[in-house]
């Protein structure tokens, strides 16, 4: 029997954590970046799933700690950057691979965004990207391990897939993420509505994700490094700053210290 349309739904964990669980109609699942175990296997057991695959975008044990304790429930198969400091995975996967979740009926193409992490990597298909924390809603992950150059890269690859994917990152920033972006686009007439729109899903107890491409394309300043607006505001950090890499370099440190 076929698998439904694919169904992505989150599992929040920790503070601000969000694991995405993939499923199609069967008992067959996915999640992705599960660092906890015990609301996977709650939300696994009371819908009596089987969780076939574990995809991981980067290394950190907040999108990691779980899956040791899930394989030992569970015969999944692991997908993941190629990273020592990952010792479960049994699939590697690079730039252009191509991830085939066959009892999901559902396949990703791999793409590379260091930045976060050297090793970062992206999950895109089925209208869906996993960004893990290279791409927050209105925001970007600290560059941890990379460069300004790396995250205006990886970013720039991000906003160049189609603009209705929808973005499913690993964290529940949103609220904080407006706040700063209107210091730096105060009079960005879509990002004041989307801040008015986080407030709301926020005050009544909802999550804020996805969002689509289009939309942080519109309204995440470190989408719009090349936008006047955007690059006038790094200039009061940093007077020499210019459209792409130096902008993005000053409205993160910027944002670091917000």
Known sequence: MPADKLRISAIPAFSDNYIWLLTAGGKACAVVDPGDEDPVLEVLRK???DLRYILLTHHHPDHTGGVPELLEEFQATVYGPEDSRIPFIDRICREGDHVRLEDLNAEFSVLEV??????????F????????????????????EGTAADMQSSLDKLAALPGDTNNYCAHEYTQSNCAFALQVEPDNAELQARAQEVRDLRNAGKITLPTTLAGEI???PFMRTRENSVVNAARKLDPGAGPGVTTMAAIRSWKDRF
């Open 47 to 49: 819908e009596g799933l």
């Open 218 to 220: 519109a309204t995440n």
């Open 114 to 123: 260091p930045a976060h992490t050297r090793s970062h990597i992206a999950y």
């Open 125 to 144: 298909g089925e209208g869906a990207l996993f960004s893990g924390d290279t791409l927050f809603s209105v925001g970007c992950g600290r560059f941890f």
